[in-house]
């Protein structure tokens, strides 16, 4: 799918985000995904790889498990009281757990839906939430300790 934007890059901040999904011309779609106003988790075989484009990352550069990077921050954004499931929560870039996603368009739909995977102790979960980019924020990095 292509978008009708200016270059994309591959890494996205909050304002290259934020254009993605503003130039996106969501139509509604009938793809297993579903809405996904706020995270979901979505099995292998809702996601429908064949009809979906990486076009970023929100991850840092070398961000993966044998990085020599430092790891992104565990820390959530909700200045307003909001939760991890909330529907209206910021999208925070710098924030888990949009710090571990990458942003993908449906050529269906045309909308971007931000995926990551959450690895638990004995578990695989594959997330998503569709990209509202009024709720995306430039929030400041989370302090370091």
């Known amino acids: 799918m292509k978008l009708k934007t200016p270059e994309v890059p591959r890494l996205l901040d909050a304002t290259s985000l934020r254009a993605l999904g503003e130039a996106a011309l969501a139509q509604k779609c009938s793809c297993p995904v579903g809405e996904c106003a706020a995270w979901e988790s979505v099995t292998d075989d809702r996601w429908p ?16 498990w044998d990085s020599p990077t430092p790891e992104p921050t565990f820390e959530e954004f909700h200045p307003q009281g ?21 942003a993908f368009a449906c050529s269906t739909c045309q909308r971007v839906l931000l995926k990551y995977t959450e690895f638990g102790g004995y578990y695989i979960d594959h997330r998503v939430r569709a990209l509202q980019p009024q709720r995306v924020v430039d929030a400041a990095p989370p302090p370091v300790d």
Do not use: H, W
């Open 82 to 102: 909001t939760r991890y499931e909330s529907a209206d929560a910021p999208i925070a870039p710098l924030y888990f757990p949009y710090n571990r996603c990458d």
């Open 49 to 64: 790889a064949p009809q979906m484009e990486k076009v970023g990352s929100l991850r840092a550069a070398g961000d993966s």
